[in-house]
Every structure is written in structure tokens, then in C-alpha cells.
């Protein structure tokens, strides 16, 4: 069994940096990839950004510029840097965590969520 749990959201003034962590913990032998995905009210959930154990990155194109992950194998945490907020950032963020080797990839996991308010 594996935990994974996101920290670090809150209220920010657009413009604003805030930066999310995301832990995991239990049975893990080898991570695939860990992303972070949001999730506005009314809309559907969305990939934001991704980061593979070897440390290629990508990201959403709303993001680009704006938002920096980063990881550390070795406390199996990522962050998430998230600078110039938008109101349009709002959203909760979730973060999953692939298990497995580079090439195979064997289930995910998901946190619970950690809200992101950005006003105006």
C-alpha cells in the first residue's frame, strides 16, 4: 500500500507564488512518474505537470513559463512551484504517483487534494 499525500495550498492574491508538496510513502520499490493534476468546480480534472523518475518534465500549455516540478527521489517528493498565479489557477490540486520501473509503469496513486484559492 502506498500514501501519497499534497500539502502547501492555500489563499494567494493573483500574481502570487505558492508552492505545493507532494509525499509519498509505504511499499514502493520504484516510482514511474509523479503528476500534478487539478480540478476546478464544474469542470473536469486536468493534467498540469508531470515528472519521470529520470527527471524529464512536461507541462500543460496554461502553465508553461509559470509553473516549475522538481523532485527528490530519494524522500520520493515532488514539488510544485507555481509562480504569477491567475485567477484561473484556482482549482484543487491532486497529485498522483505512478509506480514501476522507467518502461513499466504498474499503478498509480492518488492525494487527497489540496485547495488553491487565487483572488483578484
Known amino acids: 500500500q502506498v500514501q501519497v499525500v499534497e500539502s502547501g495550498g492555500g489563499l494567494v492574491q493573483a500574481g502570487g507564488s505558492l508552492r505545493l508538496s507532494c509525499a509519498a510513502s509505504?511499499?514502493?520499490?520504484?516510482?514511474?512518474?509523479i503528476g500534478w493534476y487539478r480540478q476546478a468546480p464544474g469542470k473536469q480534472r486536468e493534467l498540469v505537470a508531470h515528472?519521470?523518475?529520470?527527471?524529464?518534465?512536461n507541462y500543460a500549455d496554461s502553465v508553461k513559463g509559470r509553473f516549475t516540478i522538481s523532485r527528490d527521489n530519494a524522500k520520493n517528493t515532488v514539488l510544485l512551484q507555481m509562480n504569477s498565479l491567475k485567477p484561473e489557477d484556482a482549482a484543487v490540486y491532486y497529485c498522483?504517483?505512478?509506480?514501476?520501473?522507467?518502461?513499466?509503469?504498474?499503478?498509480?496513486?492518488w492525494g487527497q487534494g489540496t485547495q488553491v484559492t487565487v483572488s483578484s
Open positions: 509505504g511499499r514502493i520499490f520504484g516510482i514511474h512518474a
Open positions: 515528472i519521470s523518475s529520470a527527471g524529464s518534465t
Open positions: 498522483n504517483v505512478v509506480l514501476g520501473g522507467p518502461f513499466s509503469p504498474q499503478g498509480s496513486y
